[in-house]
């Protein structure tokens, strides 16, 4: 019998924010002798698995790594079935993640999509906007090096226009010009498919995260997975630079 792994879960220590790195579509369908855009296709049910039970626990904030800069370099066949299969997911799903109290968003650069795709996020982000129960954040064209380096720069023209002096610049005033200024750090960093490295994905934000690394394709996780991953989260103790000790006394 499958142990109930969401019995396992302390509700009092839940993760605020999960970032997932969904790794591994393309290994997936490789092994079953499918071309590569089946993987992305099977890898939206995980999404939607994942989804409903972050709400389910009361996860506020998961971001998931849908696109990166460099993912532009792929196959054109194969990019542009990526960014078909977005505005096929976003207007399928919308309504349900509505229903569901889900709050869509997304950080990058959404300029450099199609017309389309920019279309049906920007139509779901407006339709969800006041819900309060999860944010989802999609990171679309997204690269935590472009992240910083923008963040630079636009802290640069401020100090060149007289309106900051670089003795002001510290790090809430760094990341007010990240994509995620105004959401928490992760917590818990997950990624699938047996790589054990963060490409390029939200590397200011999680200096202190928790990673979470799984053999498992992407394809096929879902939610006992997902639960199994906030399990070994919340055996772990999160310091923070500090010692055991000097957490007992906090907490005393």
Sequence with gaps: MTPDLKARIVAGYIPVHIAII?????????????????GHRSGVKSVREVTEAAVEIGVKYLTLYTFSTENWSRPPAEVTALMNLLVETVRT?????????????????LSALPVASRKAL???????RANTRLTLVLALNYSARWEILRAVRQL????AAGQLQPSEIDIATFESELCTAGIPDPDLL?????????????????AYTELYFT??????????????????YQQRERRFGKISEQLVEQQA
Excluded: C, Y
């Excluded at 591994?24 to 092994?31: I, L, S």
């Excluded at 640069?156 to 100090?159: K, V």
């Excluded at 498992?216 to 997975?225: I, L, M, Y």
């Design 122 to 128: 920007l139509e779901g982000i407006e339709q969800t």
């Design 190 to 206: 997950i990624r699938t498919g047996g790589e054990t490295r963060l490409s390029n994905f939200l590397l200011w934000q999680s």
């Design 93 to 109: 799903e919308i309504d349900d993640l509505h229903r569901n109290g889900v709050r869509l968003t997304t950080i990058g650069d």
């Design 156 to 159: 640069a023209q401020r100090a």
């Design 22 to 38: 969904m790794d591994g579509n393309g290994r997936w369908a490789k092994r079953k002798g499918l071309p590569r855009v089946l």
């Design 215 to 232: 053999p498992v394709f992407w394809p096929d996780f879902g939610r006992d997975d997902f639960f199994e991953a906030i399990v070994s």
